[in-house]
């Protein structure tokens, strides 16, 4: 594997990142309307185990979920950014083995998706 090597070479690889930034999209938006009905995720939670937190969280999702039941919407605006993948980005300061690792997994996570 050469250490040049473009971020995007292959079409697969570019249809990879469309769908990765489409799916990011959705992931954000959802953390962001969590994040505008329950303020209590703005910032760091109020406790000290962190093995609660996944339960914090699910159980902000529950209760979103049952406001969205009961026709009980939010009008905080959800501002997310605009990410194109496909623009060109600045490379990373990453050492070769991280670098080399995350190509074999993009890769591999490419040839996955292809066979979808």
Sequence with gaps: MSLNRPILSTEAEIDFNKKLSSVRMMVERSIGLLKGRWRCLLDKLPMTRTDF??????GCCVLHNLCLLRNDEIDVPILVENHNMLQELLPLDVNVNDRNEGI?????????????
């Design 53 to 58: 937190i996944p339960r914090y969280i699910i």
């Design 104 to 116: 074999v997994k993009r890769e591999n996570l490419t040839r996955l998706l292809n066979q979808l």
